[in-house]
């Protein structure tokens, strides 16, 4: 398996443009998840899917910020509109449920630099 | 509710050394407890975990873990560094009926020549 994909890697944008972050989970898993990563907060859980069904949005910091899982193959995160603070790498993890007992898998990250 | 502490944000050793990283969680049930190392420019990978049995753990790279409930620990240890062994370690915790971990604030690791 390819492991979980994320795209794209690197994005630069200006404040007030819409972005968004794409994920390809491991087949088969239930679970998805979307971090993100800062100096200053370290590794924050924003939101995560159960069988493609948000199940925890608390961690999404306003209404900035949408996540959606159409399909068990793909979600995405979009900021609209982004700003300089939203400046951070965005990790996306699934995880195959009570099989692997909660263990998740991380893909690459995608570093956002709002500008 | 749960949480986890990281004791120490940078941890210098030289390169044949003990490897001792702390860990010290707050759970009210029986947590899942796990380590993750994040190389640079990459994700985390998972190093160990910890669900039930036996509380010494073995992970990948020469790395191992033991539960103390007593103690509130997991921290994690490695006989000897390698420089390969440089990067940031997180410790996390979840438990049963909950796939949301908590995460620590993460140790970085640097290994001397």
């Known amino acids: 398996d390819a492991g979980v994909i994320q795209s794209p890697r690197h994005e630069v944008t200006e404040m007030g443009q819409e972005v968004t972050l794409r994920c390809k989970p491991i087949?088969?898993?239930?679970?998805l998840f979307w971090y993100r990563q800062t100096m200053m907060r370290g590794l924050e859980l924003l939101i995560y899917f159960n069988n493609n069904v948000p199940i925890d949005d608390s961690g999404m910091p306003e209404d900035r910020f949408s996540a959606k899982m159409p399909n068990a193959s793909f979600s995405t995160l979009k900021i609209q509109p982004s700003e300089p603070r939203d400046s951070a790498v965005y990790f996306c993890?699934?995880?195959?449920?009570?099989?692997?007992?909660?263990?998740?898998?991380f893909g690459p990250g995608t570093r956002l630099t709002v500008l | 509710a749960q949480s986890v502490t990281q004791l120490g944000s940078h941890v210098s050793v030289s390169e044949g050394a003990l490897v001792l990283l702390r860990c010290n969680y707050s759970s009210s049930v029986p947590p899942y407890l796990f380590w993750y190392v994040q190389y640079p420019n990459q994700g985390l990978q998972l190093l160990l975990k910890?669900?039930?049995?036996?509380?010494l753990v073995k992970g990948i790279n020469g790395f191992e873990a033991e539960f103390k409930k007593s103690e509130t620990s997991f921290h994690l240890m490695k006989p000897s560094a390698h420089m390969s062994d440089a990067a940031e370690y997180f410790c996390?915790?979840?438990?049963?009926?909950?796939?949301?971990?908590?995460f620590g604030t993460g140790t970085r690791l640097k290994v001397l020549a």
């Open positions: 996390a915790v979840s438990n049963t009926g909950t796939y949301k971990y908590i």
């Open positions: 087949s088969g898993h239930d679970y």
């Open positions: 910890y669900t039930t049995g036996a509380t």
């Open positions: 993890a699934s995880s195959p449920g009570l099989a692997g007992v909660g263990e998740q898998f």
